[in-house]
């Protein structure tokens, strides 16, 4: 664990106090059962978005993915009425095209990312509401999935399933990011992708790969969110989660620029965005001010973290100079 | 009060010229960097109206003093006089403010403005009123004098992309008039240039010489020097290593000044090479983005140093690329070892053997951020990983390895290799490739901007290479080197080889006369 997470750990904790000493309900186990579910689907989602960033890219279209992905599964399972490990794998191979598809625009016909993205945002979105003409998908009365919304919504022990997901899924993505060739060569192409290709990697690879994990993870999530709301109005179902999901990423400790941040790091800021969003509702903030304690706070992280960075640099930069006349005068 | 200060000083800037007092003098100026000294006690100075030239190996401490000059950096000691007035130090503000103008290599114009626009940037004559808007005319008539002393052959609103590289140089030297510069320094102006270019250049400096604007030329094209000098300080190793007056300025006293030693160890180091032996890379009718209508045919034999020379712009570095797979072929066909080449990426190239050290250390070369071990395991990383996860301990162990083989100065193979010097960077990007079993090692300016005592060792490397069976293949526009480290000299010009040199010919006027385009001697 870096000193970076570290930090954000402390944060956490230091908020959860507060909140806990202010509002006791906060240690209720329905509420942290709520809170750790939210953070299980956010986590999935925004460990993909930490993937696509890690190569200096940004991936804007999950928040729609997830209403379009989820659209569908319920569709299929509900209205078409196939076999929901059928429709699973099929939304999971979705979501990997999808991914795919944003990575041979961006690398093979150097689209920016952003652009790319953005526009999948768009399409996906309205893609989605014609599907539905507009209305909502839902479960019909009595339609039962056991095995399904045990595995999505159900809890083992006490723990919503979805967190414990989000646990191994971080834990296999930790040995992916950390440890890997594949990991090592996310890092290199996000530090200088030019560097990279000059060492023979086949960055235009690396890079789509990004985009398929994002993908499939966008669409992992997008099942979790649809299993959890049971029922989607593909207007609004998702909206803003790519914001989410970049913030929690930066909150974690990643460059937009690419090459920096690091598993641990996302999934803290994650659950730091979780907790100030259970803070608004335990503390009586009226909801409407949702979003600029969330923007206030990730605002002022990335302000400290900066900070730190240059009070660093200008600390290690006098350090050489006093070094260097000390050498100079020795001479 | 601050009127009475100005005039008094202006009345003595007017003394000091009709006095031919230096305008600027250097004494005992010293700068070390971690691990390096720059500049070890040197002494210039320049008088009005005079034209220096300045000349100097790759890493004798010319930018250093430039940089000097311009008030990016303090000297540990010494003085620098400007105009009469002592100073520790220059800051930025003390050196525009004394009349010292900088046109550099790589010139600092907006492309997308015209030359108007381009020369009063940011100091724009306004019209009156609150919304400060550009007084066009105005500006016209202050630019128009200005473009004239500098012989400029296009007009004020030309947009600046729309220019030859000469001429761009000719908007800069017009900026340096229009803040009343009383001293131009030229930082290789002519190495990009082509010949006819060149000599407007020459001219422009000989007519700043006549206005009393002191001139301080920096250049490698030695011929030039002597044309527009009046007095030549060489640089080597930091030092004034001598300087020659108006009739003493030739050619091969510059050289020996800079050189000195160093061309008797090169000189050792290319005698003891053998006879080459196959052709490892061929390149046959192969055509690059820079000439896309002109094919290139070059071979490179096992165990020989083939030396690239020619401008720069000629193309060579845009042929490396190609032979690395960065760049797809217009055309043409490769071979490897009397094989079929067929290079998709820069993979394929590493994945058959054939290894690139970029020009561009720093952005190309090496991953800044990385470690040292990182950096030297990241073209072969599979082979430090088991079941595709990294071993940090075979990283380390292949580091290790060679860090003592080439000798990288730095505390630790964990060490991130932004802190290192150019040397020592130069040295992970050779040892990445050592690492692995190189077959043709192509190497684009290796030692441009590294010390002397780092640029011995990796010629040695280069030779250890070419002696194992390597095929080495450098392009370099050091004169010096590569008629030092070189078994045969190819030289490029516009786009196609104009002819190999084998040693017996081997001399800077005949790499010069084909880099031109003209035959050798």
Request: glycine share 10%; charged share 20%; net charge neutral.
């Amino acid at each position: 664990m870096s000193k970076k997470d570290l930090g954000l750990l402390i944060l956490i904790l230091v908020v959860g106090t507060v909140v806990a000493i202010i509002n006791p309900r906060f240690l209720l186990p329905i509420n942290l059962a709520n809170t750790s579910n939210l953070i299980g689907l956010f986590g999935i989602l925004s460990i993909g978005q930490a993937f696509v960033i890690i190569t200096g890219g940004i991936e804007l279209s999950v928040g729609s993915l997830v209403a379009l992905l989820g659209t569908l599964f319920i569709d299929f399972i509900a209205v078409r009425e196939m076999d929901w490990p059928l429709a699973f794998v099929l939304i999971i191979a979705l979501g990997g095209i999808i991914g795919l598809v944003h990575g041979w625009l961006i690398t093979r016909l150097k689209l920016q990312p952003f652009v790319v993205t953005l526009c999948g945002l768009l399409i996906y979105r309205g893609v989605a509401r014609f599907y539905t003409a507009d209305g909502t998908a839902g479960f019909a009365f009595g339609q039962n999935f056991p095995e399904l919304e045990f595995l999505a919504a159900g809890r083992s022990w006490g723990v919503p399933n979805s967190f414990i997901a989000l646990i191994i899924i971080a834990i296999v993505m930790w040995v992916v990011l950390h440890r890997s060739v594949f990991g090592r060569y996310l890092y290199a192409i996000g530090k200088n992708e030019e560097a990279a290709k000059y060492s023979g990697i086949r960055t235009g690879r690396i890079v789509m790969a990004a985009y398929v994990i994002c993908g499939v993870l966008t669409a992992l999530s997008a099942i979790y969110f649809a299993m959890y709301t049971r029922s989607i109005s593909p207007a609004s179902h998702g909206q803003f989660y790519e914001l989410y999901a970049i913030a929690a990423a930066v909150l974690g400790g990643f460059s937009l620029r690419g090459g920096e941040g690091s598993l641990i790091g996302v999934i803290l800021g994650t659950v730091l965005l979780q907790e100030l969003q259970n803070l608004v509702n335990l503390l009586g903030i009226p909801s409407s001010l949702n979003f600029a304690v969330m923007g206030g706070v990730i605002l002022i992280g990335v302000l400290v973290d900066q900070q730190w960075g240059v009070f660093r640099a200008r600390r290690l930069m006098l350090e050489a100079t006093r070094k260097g006349a000390a050498g100079a005068a020795a001479e | 009060m601050a009127q009475r200060l100005l005039s008094g000083m202006m009345n003595y800037s007017d003394t000091s010229i009709v006095a031919s007092a230096p305008f600027l003098s250097l004494e005992g100026v010293r700068k070390t960097y971690p691990g390096v000294v720059a500049l070890d006690g040197f002494s210039m100075e320049v008088r009005a109206g005079e034209v220096i030239g300045l000349v100097g190996e790759n890493g004798a401490g010319k930018s250093t003093l430039m940089k000097i000059l311009g008030g990016v950096t303090r000297p540990d000691t010494g003085t620098i006089t400007v105009d009469g007035l002592a100073h520790d130090g220059l800051t930025v503000e003390a050196s525009i403010g004394s009349g010292i103008a900088f046109v550099h290599q790589e010139l600092n114009l907006f492309e997308n403005l015209d030359v108007a626009a381009n020369i009063f940037f940011g100091r724009e004559p306004l019209r009156a009123g609150p919304l400060k808007l550009v007084d066009r005319a105005k500006l016209r008539t202050q630019v128009a004098p200005l473009l004239k002393r500098v012989g400029a052959n296009f007009s004020a609103d030309t947009p600046v992309a729309a220019l030859s590289l000469a001429q761009q140089q000719m908007v800069e030297i017009a900026k340096a008039l229009s803040i009343k510069a009383r001293l131009v320094i030229l930082d290789e102006p002519t190495s990009s240039l082509p010949i006819a270019e060149t000599d407007k250049l020459l001219d422009v400096i000989t007519a700043l010489k006549a206005e009393g604007i002191s001139v301080i030329f920096i250049s490698h094209r030695l011929h030039e020097v002597e044309r527009v000098a009046d007095r030549v300080v060489v640089l080597r190793d930091g030092m004034l290593a001598g300087t020659l007056s108006k009739s003493a300025i030739n050619h091969d006293q510059m050289v020996k000044l800079m050189i000195g030693r160093m061309l008797k160890e090169r000189e050792k180091a290319a005698e003891s090479a053998r006879a080459p032996g196959s052709v490892a890379l061929s390149a046959n009718g192969v055509r690059t983005s820079a000439y896309p209508d002109r094919p290139v045919d070059l071979d490179v034999r096992h165990g020989e140093i083939l030396g690239l020379a020619g401008l720069v712009g000629s193309g060579r570095t845009e042929l490396a690329r190609v032979l690395f797979g960065i760049d797809e072929s217009f055309g043409g066909s490769l071979l490897l070892d009397g094989k079929e080449l067929v290079l998709g990426s820069a993979a394929d190239a590493v994945a058959s053997g054939i290894f690139l050290v970029p020009e561009d250390r720093k952005l190309t070369g090496i991953l800044l951020d990385l470690s040292i071990a990182q950096n030297i395991s990241l073209p072969n990383l599979s082979a430090h990983a088991r079941r595709s996860l990294v071993s940090a301990s075979a990283e380390a162990a292949t580091a290790e390895k060679q860090k003592s083989n080439l000798g990288i100065r730095a505390p630790s193979v964990a060490t991130r290799t932004g802190t290192l010097s150019g040397g020592n960077q130069q040295k992970v990007v050779l040892a990445k490739w050592l690492a692995m079993n190189p077959k043709v090692m192509i190497l684009d300016e290796p030692t441009r901007g590294i010390d002397i005592g780092a640029k011995a060792e990796i010629y040695g490397l280069m030779r250890a290479l070419a002696d194992a069976g390597v095929a080495v293949l450098m392009i370099s526009s050091d004169m010096e080197e590569v008629i030092g480290v070189s078994d045969r000299i190819a030289v490029m010009h516009e786009g196609q080889i104009s002819g190999i040199l084998d040693r017996e010919h081997f001399s800077q006027e005949n790499v010069l006369l084909l880099a031109v385009g003209k035959r050798p001697k």
